[in-house]
């Protein structure tokens, strides 16, 4: 337990450390941003698309990390020695993808409250945003670090990443939009489609960290 401790704070510092921990909320808020003059002056269109339009952006600010997740610690052989000193490549995975959600999750959802405004969404629609995000970023987060073991260390791992990692994060984007509208139904299967891929998540990277070895 005191290792992958040690390893979520280690990606947490590493992260924010760097800088680049605040590039997909500052790409999320110049969606926010822009949309407004793409749509036009409408603010009732605006408000009824806002809500699919935050839940877009935080789809496509989920790939901007994606090289800097696995391939770094790889080719460096940081994981090497974390298997070294008896820590598995799954533990490793679920470390990872705690570090990932906490870097990722929280400050998205903070940064959908400027967003929000920019966009239009009324206080109810943002209340179950909000909720969506909370059950949703985990999968998103889990579905990025996957498709990051899986392409670590392959010729054009970022385009290659985002081909992999858009289809399969379409359920997330329409559950997550869905629950806008439909409610409790909606977010029963958002939370589905997030848990299944948070479960998944370490075993896919430990498979995809053993097979490189």
């Known amino acids: 337990m005191r290792a992958v401790l040690a390893i979520i704070r280690r990606d947490l510092v590493l992260t924010f450390g760097s800088g680049g921990g605040w590039l997909p909320i500052l790409f999320y808020l110049l969606i926010a941003i822009l949309m407004p003059f793409a749509i036009g ?54 470390a990872k993808l705690i570090a990932h959600w906490l870097a990722f999750g929280p400050p998205l959802m903070l940064a959908t409250l400027p967003a929000a405004a920019l966009l239009g969404i009324t206080p109810a629609i943002l209340a179950r945003l909000e909720l969506g995000l909370l059950i949703g970023t985990p999968g998103l987060a889990a579905l990025a670090l996957a498709t990051a073991a899986l392409t670590a260390g392959l010729r054009g791992a970022g385009a290659l990443a985002g081909l992999m990692m858009l289809p399969l994060a379409i359920p997330l984007l329409i559950f997550g939009a869905g629950a806008l509208a439909q409610g409790a139904g909606a977010l029963k299967l958002l939370a589905a489609a997030s848990l299944l891929l948070v479960a998944g998540t370490p075993f896919v990277v430990g498979g995809a960290l053993r097979f490189r070895d």
């Open 41 to 94: 002056p409408d603010q009732q269109l605006l408000g009824r698309v806002g809500g699919g339009i935050a839940w877009a952006a935080a789809l496509l600010a989920a790939l901007l990390p994606i090289e800097r997740l696995i391939a770094p610690d790889l080719s460096s052989g940081v994981i090497d020695q974390l298997t070294v000193r008896g820590i598995s490549r799954e533990g490793i995975g679920a």
